[in-house]
């Protein structure tokens, strides 16, 4: 019998037929969702035949929604992901002068989905534009609800900017360092320590789980010192307080190499090493972006504030074959509601005509198996797809770029998958 997922302290409590919710999603969102859950629905059959099935249950955001309800974002949608727990939809188009600034901000905040966790890997055979794709191997988590993305912006010339500016001026001895008082557009960028904190113990409870290497707290503290800067030290001090055994920092090895020496502190890391400990370590923004392309290996779980993480997770998606098979999941680890999503939009030049490539929106429901712990089922749709690039069998976006590859619709791609199911 259908029922829904549950989280019971820490663990997250998955019936054999969880009803999922979906958003279909706009443009080609039609398009990609059902080969989608054929795909998902086919891999946890060949996983646990007829033991367990995901019941799925449409619920409406975007244009369709729109359509049906005069609503963009119902509130029956927000609380469906409520009552499942768990979701997965499609691109949605942002509404021009709907008074929504963007429908997934919304569901973000509205559910205080606080980590944006895009895992990056390459698939054998699919085009890219470094020379070792297969060394790119990097799980980004990206703090959701804070910094310059808070959306506290005033507008040059606003009275709310001419009074922040007199407060700033007057108050707070603000003077040379605001170029143009008189025109400049002000924006506010608040990072707490609950907010770093909550972000990087995701970030090292799944590092741990899966014995990954390290986690990187990415930022511009040498710049911004209090809000980027403060980030970093949070991480640390998260970290050596409360996973203490689990890992070693880098604060640790600086320690020990000021008080002993650099031998010494090399010593401790290699025994952290050998003894499975994650290392965290940190790395200037700019410098990360050079390093991921020169020594991606050096990097696994990162960890990082909102606007760093909008851009590197372009990067890196860019390095193993781009948007179109680049998965996603907005989480918030403490109660349970994740939304798993296709990483790209609407894509609308292209809907309707088969083009479009299902990858993105079928790697983020292998990420939802992972996450409700099916992880049989994840494998198999993994493997499948690694099968189908590796024998060129692709969508329009992909046959363009590798020679001798068969072109195959969004919908035979996903047949393809399904047939490749081993
Ligand atoms: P887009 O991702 O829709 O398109 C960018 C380019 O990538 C286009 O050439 C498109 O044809 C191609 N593309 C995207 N997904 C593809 C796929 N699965 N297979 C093959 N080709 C694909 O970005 P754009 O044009 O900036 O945005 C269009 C709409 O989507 C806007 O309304 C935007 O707000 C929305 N959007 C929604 C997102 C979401 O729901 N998560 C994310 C990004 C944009």
């Given at each position: 019998m259908a029922d829904k997922i549950i989280k019971s302290g820490e663990q997250l409590k998955v019936p054999d037929n969880p009803v999922i919710p979906f958003i279909e999603g706009d443009g080609i969102g039609k398009?990609?969702?059902?080969?989608?859950?054929?795909?998902?629905?086919?891999?946890?059959?060949?996983?646990?035949?007829?033991?367990?099935?995901?019941?799925?249950?449409?619920?409406?955001?975007?244009?369709?929604?729109?359509?049906?309800?005069?609503?963009?974002?119902?509130?029956?949608?927000?609380?469906?992901?409520?009552?499942?727990?768990?979701?997965?939809?499609?691109?949605?188009?942002?509404?021009?002068?709907?008074?929504?600034?963007?429908?997934?901000?919304a569901l973000r905040q509205t559910l205080d989905l606080f980590v944006c966790l895009r895992p990056v890997r390459w698939f054998k055979g699919v085009p890219s534009p470094v020379?070792?794709?297969?060394?790119?191997?990097?799980?980004?988590?990206?703090e959701n609800t804070e910094d310059i993305y808070a959306g506290i912006e005033f507008m040059t010339g606003s009275p709310e900017a001419e009074k922040l500016m007199k407060f700033m001026k007057d108050e707070l001895g603000v003077t040379d360092q605001v170029r143009f008082p008189e025109n400049s557009s002000f924006g506010v960028k608040p990072i707490s320590r609950e907010g770093s904190e909550r972000l990087v113990r995701a970030a090292l409870h799944y590092a741990i789980e899966r014995q990954l290497p390290s986690v990187t707290l990415v930022h511009k503290g040498n710049i911004m010192k209090f809000t980027e800067g403060a980030f970093k030290n949070y991480g640390y001090d998260l970290a050596e307080k409360d996973f203490g055994d689990k890992v070693f920092t880098w604060r640790m090895?600086?320690?020990?190499?000021?008080?002993?020496?650099?031998?010494d502190a090399d010593k401790a890391l290699e025994e952290a090493?050998?003894?499975?400990?994650?290392?965290?370590?940190?790395?200037?923004?700019?410098?990360?972006?050079?390093?991921?392309?020169?020594?991606?290996?050096?990097?696994?779980?990162?960890?990082?504030?909102?606007?760093?993480?909008?851009?590197?997770?372009?990067q890196l998606a860019a390095m193993v074959g781009g948007i179109g098979i680049s998965p996603?999941?907005?989480?918030?680890?403490?109660?349970?509601?994740?939304?798993?999503?296709?990483?790209?939009?609407?894509?609308?030049?292209?809907?309707?005509?088969?083009?479009?490539?299902?990858?993105?929106?079928?790697?983020?429901?292998?990420?939802?198996?992972?996450?409700?712990?099916?992880?049989?089922?994840?494998?198999?749709?993994?493997?499948?797809m690694d099968h189908t690039f590796a024998k060129r069998r692709v969508t329009s976006d992909l046959h363009?770029?590798?020679?001798?590859?068969?072109?195959?619709?969004?919908?035979e791609f996903a047949d393809e998958i399904i047939r490749n199911m081993h």
């Open positions: 398009d990609i969702m059902g080969p989608s859950q054929r795909v998902i629905d086919a891999a946890v059959q060949k996983s646990y035949g007829t033991s367990r099935k995901i019941e799925w249950k449409e619920v409406l955001a975007g244009e369709k929604a729109y359509l049906q309800t005069g609503h963009w974002l119902p509130e029956e949608t927000i609380e469906a992901f409520r009552e499942y727990l768990i979701g997965i939809k499609g691109p949605l188009a942002t509404p021009v002068g709907g008074g929504i600034r963007s429908l997934n901000v020379r070792y794709p297969h060394l790119v191997d990097m799980h980004i988590f990206r090895y600086e320690k020990i190499r000021s008080e002993k020496s650099i031998l090493k050998k003894t499975g400990k994650v290392i965290v370590k940190d790395v200037i923004t700019d410098a990360f972006l050079q390093e991921s392309l020169l020594r991606p290996y050096d990097y696994s779980v990162i960890a990082t504030m909102n606007l760093n993480g909008d851009y590197i997770s372009d996603g999941a907005n989480i918030n680890y403490n109660n349970g509601y994740a939304i798993f999503e296709a990483t790209h939009g609407t894509a609308p030049a292209i809907a309707g005509t088969g083009k479009a490539n299902p990858g993105s929106l079928i790697l983020s429901g292998v990420m939802m198996l992972e996450y409700m712990g099916w992880t049989k089922a994840a494998e198999h749709v993994y493997d499948a363009a770029q590798m020679e001798g590859a068969t072109l195959l619709s969004t919908s």
